[in-house]
């Protein structure tokens, strides 16, 4: 009898676990197949008036990738490091229902607006963007601690030359690097060691990381600096 019940408990938690899986995975495809409504292209444009149609669409790329990897670090604190990108989700809260909607089927809960953040200084970072600097690489199937060019979250502030961006350089401190004299060196929100629980992926083309349950303790990577780059809030 024991043996039949212990049984049946891993048959319903194999279960769950491939429904919890095959949510997760209508998530995001929602996300990335959605359409934002067109007035937030205007709203963008209009502040800033040197971006044409592409442009937007980069930016509406990338705040996919930030509603993604809202999704990925579950009600863990996930900072915005755009500026541009920022303004795209405040305009599109403003859209009330089709916000509500698109937060209840694309992460299961509503997602508070936070204003941006960048880096305290450049080599100190809070957690919020280590966190979403971790869980931006992972996206981009890069390691956080030696990745080949920025996320496009932190890159695209400079890429469509926004005057009042965050402006992130892989290395800003080395004068033959490309992004010296950047005030935000990413590098240094990287962490060096085991920083598992915030890619949502057991990659090791990630960095190796593997996500946890939400409510789960950040103990390796996300308290008081632990392994990573820069010290905590």
Known sequence: MGIELAAFSVVILTLGFIVLKGRKVKQLAYIRNYTFPKKIALRIKEEYPHLNDEDVKIVFDALRDYFHICNIGKTRVVSMPSQVVDL?????ILFTRNYQSFCNRAIGRFLHHTPTEAMESPTLAQEGIKRTWRLACAKEKMSPATPSRLPLLFAIDSKLKIEDGFKYSLNCQVKSSLGYGNRYCAGHIGCVAGCA???????????????????????????GGGGCGGGGD
């Open 88 to 92: 795209a989700w405040h305009e599109f």
């Open 197 to 223: 629980g915030d890619s949502g992926s057991s990659s090791n083309r990630s960095g190796g990381f593997s996500d946890r349950s939400a409510g789960s303790s950040d103990s390796s990577g996300d308290s």
